[in-house]
T-cell receptor, first 111, second 116 residues
């Protein structure tokens, strides 16, 4: 089982749709969580951190469920410019911190 | 503007040749990293460095080497011992290093290596 798992997609949605990404992680000692966005053939960029109480940044909402060991990202009112791959990232401690990247979920937003 | 510069952006190599990928940052970050990305897989850590003149192996260090002689620079050499070197290589840096649970990475634009 992979340490961080994501649905590879792709998700094809029309503009204006709401889309949700889920990510599960296997290590219960995981400490911090992030969503990164990666455009085609570009580098990943931090989209948002994920806090225990959940957090929102404009059209984006991130949630953490420690009991079930999953993280979610919700995008409301999708724009064409949201088309990208969304990477789930988990840090956990194992004698030093380890950063694990999910393989990403690809999103296509269509006009 | 502060950032991370990787070069070259594209590189072609014949089998048996070593190549060196450059990574320079002007963010004043202490920690630097090299990752490899293959289609359908998450980023995998090759090497990281928390301080000048010190570096640690990541999960897939075999066939790679690094140096950290200056804070700003962390070049990666892909040696002929690396069995499957064709990949997208990403350099990253962070302020706090991997000992921090809140470690946030800033990436360079990447170097795409193809072995012919």
């Amino acid at each position: 089982r992979k340490e961080v798992e994501q649905d590879p997609g792709p998700f094809n949605v029309p503009e204006g749709a709401t889309v949700a990404f889920n990510c599960t992680y296997s290590n219960s000692a995981s400490q911090s969580f992030f969503w990164y966005r990666q455009d085609c053939r570009k580098e990943p960029k931090l989209l948002m951190s994920v806090y225990s109480s959940g957090n929102e940044d404009g059209r984006f909402t991130a949630q953490l469920n420690r009991a079930s060991q999953y993280i979610s990202l919700l995008i409301r009112d999708s724009k064409l410019s949201d088309s990208a791959t969304y990477l789930c990232v988990v840090n956990y401690y194992t004698g030093g911190f380890k950063t694990i990247f999910g393989a990403g979920t690809r999103l296509f937003v269509k006009a | 503007d502060g950032g991370i510069t990787q070069s070259p952006k594209y590189l072609f190599r014949k089998e048996g040749q070593n190549v060196t990928l450059s990574c320079e940052q002007n963010l004043n970050h202490d920690a630097m990293y090299w990752y490899r990305q293959d289609p359908g897989q998450g980023l995998r850590l090759i090497y990281y460095s928390q301080i000048v003149n010190d570096f640690q192996k990541g999960d897939i260090a075999e066939g790679y080497s690094v140096s950290r002689e200056k804070k700003e620079s962390f070049p990666l050499t892909v040696t002929s011992a690396q069995k499957n070197p064709t990949a997208f290589y990403l350099c990253a840096s962070s302020t706090q290093g991997p000992t921090s649970g809140a470690n946030v990475l800033t990436f360079g634009a990447g170097s795409r290596l193809t072995v012919l």
